[in-house]
């Protein structure tokens, strides 16, 4: 389909109500606020209630989306889950999703694992399939139950993590000019290790022993994927920005990865783009991976900070170790 634009229609978020602050996490594990706060950025993260699923934060956030976008479930003839915790590995959680919304049976459903990335990478298979012509209306979520996959009992990563639920409505404009611009994925699958849970998929079934030896919980080696993420998400926003003939300060608003202070404020460095262009929110959220690209854009519309004709940046890292870069036209 020739000429048409796909486009952000709406926007919602979800974040469950209990919040669990660094001096809560230090009374836990070795551990100290200062620790936390210098190394990280992260003060504070929301952790999901008892018996809440992911599906329940998606649903929150996505009738929360298409309230915006002024369209019903019904409207919905294509949506895409990024998520790295569904509510069990088989089915898909989009299934779920699409059960307790009220979206159509006619409707595609899918999850896609691109970890921290898996909005960005949504993002672009959603106007994809919309450019196609088959698809009217994406419903596109990214959301993390990171609390059930972390090891509440080490301070390297039970420190980082949180859980919410981001979503967007995108549709076709014949208006030309607007909508997604372009956008640039891609992968260092030779990094797998770095970022993973080691057992309990189909190479290494959970055991008796995973168990004992928390082989179930996810695993990062912190210091190697800073170096990385900075990296990629810095060369992925160059190659996005040289391809489509723009300058790093025609950018209205950077809407990063939320995993560190230190990797955005870096980010902000070397594209040379003062961090007022840059949307944070990883103090009041911790790294929620898939939704945290969607939770800081609907807050960042809401709150004003992007307006009609602005181009804004998404840039995204996480295991895999995948990157993905993408910008639009408001
Ligand atoms: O979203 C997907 C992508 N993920 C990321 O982008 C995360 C990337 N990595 C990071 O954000 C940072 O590497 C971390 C926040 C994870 C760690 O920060 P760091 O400055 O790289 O610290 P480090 O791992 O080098 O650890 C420094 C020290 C170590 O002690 P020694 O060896 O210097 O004695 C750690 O054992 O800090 C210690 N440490 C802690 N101390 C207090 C590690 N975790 C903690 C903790 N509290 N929670």
């Not at 694992?113 to 596109?140: E, I, K, P, Q, W």
């Not at 995993?259 to 929620?288: C, H, K, W």
């Amino acid at each position: 389909m020739a000429n048409v634009s796909t486009v952000i229609l709406g926007t919602g978020s979800y974040a469950p109500e209990k919040i669990l602050t660094n001096a809560e996490l230090a009374a836990m594990v070795d551990t100290s606020d200062e620790w936390i706060r210098t190394r990280s950025g992260i003060r504070e993260r929301h952790i999901a209630a008892p018996g809440e699923a992911t599906s329940d934060m998606a649903v929150a956030a996505a009738k929360r989306a298409l309230e915006d976008a002024k369209l019903t479930p019904a409207d919905v003839d294509l949506l895409i889950v990024a998520t790295v915790t569904p509510d069990q590995t088989v089915p898909a959680v989009s299934c779920s999703i699409q059960h307790k919304l009220g979206v159509p049976t006619h409707a595609a459903c899918f999850d896609l694992n691109a970890a921290c990335s898996g909005f960005v990478y949504a993002l672009d298979t959603a106007c994809a399939m919309l450019s196609s012509g088959r698809y009217r209306h994406a419903l596109v979520i990214g959301v993390e139950k990171l609390s059930a996959i972390v090891d509440w009992k080490d301070r390297t990563t039970c420190v980082l993590f949180g859980d919410g639920a981001g979503a967007a409505v995108l549709g076709i404009s014949p208006q030309a000019g607007i909508g997604l611009i372009g956008s640039k994925l891609g992968a260092y699958g030779d990094s797998v290790d770095l970022l993973c849970i080691p057992k309990g998929g189909s190479t290494h079934p959970t055991t008796a022993e995973s168990i004992a030896a928390g082989d179930h919980f996810l695993k990062m080696k912190g210091k190697e994927v800073f170096k990385i993420a900075v990296r990629a998400m810095e060369e992925a926003a160059r190659d996005i920005l040289e391809q489509h003939h723009l300058r790093a300060d025609q950018i209205g608003l950077v809407i990063p990865h939320q995993a560190n202070l230190r990797i955005i404020e870096a980010i902000s460095q070397y594209l040379e783009l003062p961090m007022e262009r840059f949307y944070v929110n990883v103090d009041r959220y911790g790294n929620t991976s898939s939704a945290s690209i969607p939770i800081a854009l609907d807050e960042a519309r809401k709150a004003g900070r992007i307006k009609p004709g602005d181009i804004t940046l998404f840039v995204a890292f996480g295991a895999g170790l995948t990157y993905g870069a993408a910008l639009f036209r408001w």
